[in-house]
């Protein structure tokens, strides 16, 4: 549904097709920041007489995967709207989309595939990198693969990828790449350091492995947890979209309850804003169910109700299980027994720091409104208790009726592809059926009992894995797509950073990235704006929806697209792997045949219709007992495993319950390191316009700035502007304070984004980077990292 009907302009019209001219067309005016240019010198001005030629295309700034019209005059771009067709952009895009021009023309990006000359590595070392052609390239990187796989020992090859891919490139190209190979090692994805907490919730109580979608434009009520919808969740764009409808011109107008650490754009737009403790999201969404039981506001059409119809919640009472008939969920009266009959919000309210009352009005007002969502992210999940606070808020959603209903959650509905050009299966020789790949470990140790028997990814372990030789073995050759790690995961200077310096290192960025200035070889991408890809939407409304990335331009650099880059190497190597490679032949040539599909299966999502129970346990509620379980059968699977590595119950291990999180650091102040709405995936670090625009969302000029409250500068003798050190047990980093009563007294928060020591003339040196004083630890059950945990000291500098 296109909620928001938009119009060009007649100035967008000018500017889209040069007539404006190119200062207007290019340029975004005063946000610019003082001599700051990073446009190359292939980026020229258009003349305002040639033709211009729009491009229908996918944005890649974020995973929202906006449709974009990309304007061409002359062969180069200059300007980037959102697509006035196109489901999620409606003709808008986010202040991150228009870009994109300066990420294909940045003056920094490589040029072409590269070798390094200098042996040594480090932040201080120049890599000397040397242009070589594509074919040395490919045979540099076929002959070192050969070489590993002919001494068995092609579990020494781990591919590293991270977001911005389509199906095309993941399940037809790096996963049977890795297969074929033999390794077990690729791929590792990026999912650790991103949401694989709130994944694992929702599998542990309704079966799906995967995220919600959302049906905002029919809910009344909205409570978030650690979710800033206005700044950084997915999809952004859409989701303002769909903010400014709930807000302004639905009726009833959708109430809003929004729970963080500070007073962000979400919390200062709510209704209802609860500043909480870090990590305590879980012991409010708990105390939430008590009051929605004791008062009798659950969906009893879902749930269920008691046999005579008197409510017999009441605080502290133990209940027959007998005397409840459950529907469409499990475990309900075990999960008060056990747990929530002592959950009051008065409990609550000794662990949140919120106030009893605040908690219970909110319960009311979410428990007595219809349809209502209950959702969350990082903040509530980044913990070591990150996966039970994930069940405990899911749970609200089963219990006001929320799960596949109008105005509440379901879950994204997969394109209906075609085959790819071929089928892995039928290229699996000896050695990749059973060679010795198959007797090794993981290196992240995910899935092994003695490291992550139940996560999906864990790439923050690797650089410390393969540092001590944990999983039995070093590796010999790191390949790296879409992913930064040396950068982007906790206490890196001490693990990946000093892991790569003993690895083969093959970078595909385009962009001289930190991972980049420890490559060993440089196969630099095509840009999203050079680029031919599938792109399958991230959860958004639930039904299925494909798009398709093409390039607005040639590749302005001998640049390739990775997926090419990957068959080409696959190509060359010995056996059936390369046969499969070959029959692949092109992204292009996948991507076509993968569209096949549509012509017998437009991908009709099923749920208009009645179903039966056993297509409900098929389809919808993928648990043991085809219900919503308030105690999961999934963890009840690996219940030896969890409490022998959590020590948590035997009573309450596979229930939402309450448990303190584990803080590390060392300091008496929490430190949470949010992101804004102009992190792109990191990709925006290099652009003077983004750092412009980054800097009315954190206050700060030429870097971020830390918020903190009054009470703790009084204390600790500095003022609002003075530069701070902040501390751990794991380092320290300066930033200038933001004093501001609209933190919590217990809490500094300083925005994750600045701090890189490479990826371009303007990233370099800015600010401080935060996850170089973050302890490295992870929840256990999900395999999350836990960046929301640390504890820091603070004094002025």
């Not at 999201?281 to 009798?296: C, K, M, P, W």
């Not at 590390?664 to 412009?692: C, Q, S, V």
């Not at 320290?732 to 600045?754: G, K, N, Y």
Request: with cysteine; hydrophobic share 40%; net charge positive.
């Amino acid at each position: 549904m296109n909620i928001l009907k938009s119009k060009v302009s007649r100035r967008r019209f000018l500017q889209a097709t040069g007539t404006a001219g190119a200062a207007g067309a290019v340029g975004l005016g005063g946000t610019q920041l003082d001599g700051f240019s990073t446009l190359s010198k292939a980026h020229a001005a258009v003349e305002s007489s040639a033709a211009t030629v729009v491009t229908k295309s996918i944005c890649a700034q974020c995973p929202a995967r906006c449709g974009i019209d990309v304007y061409t005059t002359n062969g180069k771009v200059h300007a980037i709207y959102g697509s006035n067709d196109h489901p999620i952009a409606n003709g808008k895009l986010c202040p991150k989309g228009h870009l994109g021009t300066y990420m294909l023309y940045d003056a920094d990006r490589f040029k072409g595939p590269m070798k390094r000359a200098n042996p040594q590595k480090g932040r201080d070392q120049d890599p000397k990198f040397v242009p070589i052609s594509w074919d040395e390239a490919y045979k540099i990187v076929a002959d070192r693969l050969n070489a590993l796989r002919d001494k068995g020992e092609s579990h020494r090859f781990g591919l590293f990828f991270g977001r911005g891919w389509g199906a095309s490139d993941v399940g037809v190209n790096i996963v049977p790449f890795g297969q074929l190979y033999g390794s077990p090692n690729a791929p590792i994805g990026h999912s650790s350091i991103c949401s694989d907490g709130s994944v694992l919730a929702k599998q542990c109580t309704d079966g799906n492995a995967s995220y919600n979608s959302y049906d905002y434009a029919h809910a009344n009520a909205l409570f978030m947890f650690g979710a800033n919808f206005l700044e950084a969740f997915r999809p952004y764009n859409n989701n303002m979209q769909q903010w400014g409808y709930m807000r302004g011109v639905k009726t009833p107008k959708t109430h809003v309850i929004a729970v963080d650490v500070h007073m962000n754009q979400t919390l200062s737009a709510s209704d209802c804003a609860l500043i909480i403790k870090p990590g305590t999201d879980g012991a409010l969404a708990l105390a939430v169910a008590h009051v929605i039981l004791t008062e009798g506001l659950w969906e009893k059409s879902f749930v269920g109700d008691f046999k005579d119809g008197v409510n017999k919640f009441k605080t502290g009472a133990v209940l027959d299980e007998k005397e409840f008939n459950e529907k469409w969920v499990k475990g309900l009266i075990q999960w008060w027994n056990t747990e929530l009959k002592d959950r009051s919000p008065k409990w609550a309210e000794s662990v949140t720091t919120l106030s009893a009352e605040s908690i219970t009005a909110a319960a009311r007002e979410f428990g007595s409104t219809r349809p209502a969502i209950a959702l969350f992210e990082r903040g509530a999940h980044n913990h070591t208790n990150g996966v039970l606070n994930g069940m405990a808020i899911h749970s609200l959603n089963a219990l006001v009726g929320s799960l596949f209903a109008e105005g509440g959650l379901a879950y994204q509905m997969g394109p209906a592809y075609g085959p790819a050009p071929a089928d892995p299966k039928d290229f699996m020789d000896d050695y990749a059926k059973d060679g010795p790949h198959k007797k090794v470990k993981r290196i992240d140790l995910k899935g092994d009992e003695a490291g992550y028997l139940m996560a999906k990814n864990m790439i923050q372990e690797v650089g410390k894995n393969h540092l001590s030789g944990a999983a039995g073995y070093k590796l010999d050759t790191a390949m790296f797509y879409m992913t930064n790690p040396v950068f982007s995961t906790a206490n890196a200077a001490k693990e990946w950073e000093e892991a790569v310096k003993s690895m083969f290192v093959i970078d595909t960025s385009p962009f001289p990235s930190e991972i980049a200035m420890m490559a060993d070889l440089i196969l630099p991408d095509n840009t999203y704006l050079e680029r031919f890809q599938d792109a399958p939407t991230y959860p958004f409304q639930g039904w299925p929806l494909a798009q398709l990335r093409v390039p607005a331009v040639k590749p302005v650099y001998d640049t390739k697209t990775f997926a090419d880059v990957l068959i080409q190497i696959g190509s060359r190597i010995k056996g059936p792997t390369s046969d499969y490679f070959k029959k692949l032949g092109s992204a292009e040539n996948i991507v076509r045949h993968m569209a096949k599909g549509f012509e017998a299966n437009s991908g009709d999502n099923g749920w208009n219709k009645p179903m039966k129970a056993d297509e409900v346990k098929a389809k919808l509620l993928k648990t043991d007992s085809g219900k919503f379980e308030f105690v999961s059968s999934y963890m009840e699977h690996k219940k030896d495993w969890i409490l022998k590595t959590t020590g948590r119950s035997a009573e309450k291990y596979n229930m939402p319950h309450w448990e303190e999180p584990k803080y590390t650091g060392g300091g008496d102040l929490h430190f949470i390191t949010p992101k804004t709405a102009m992190h792109a995936e990191g990709r925006t670090a290099n652009i003077p316009h983004a750092i412009a625009l980054f800097q009315p969302a954190a206050g700060g000029k030429r870097q971020a700035v830390a918020e903190v409250h009054p009470s703790v500068a009084k204390a600790k003798g500095f003022k609002d502007g003075d530069r701070i050190k902040i501390k751990s047990s794991a380092g320290e980093i300066f930033a200038i304070a933001r004093v501001t009563e609209l933190t919590s007294p217990d809490t500094v928060v300083l925005p994750f984004e600045h701090g890189h020591w490479a990826w371009g003339r303007w990233a370099k040196g800015r600010g401080a980077h935060v996850d170089e004083i973050l302890v490295q630890q992870s929840d256990r059950i999900s395999g999350m990292q836990t960046f929301y945990t640390g504890k820091v000291t603070v004094e002025r500098a």
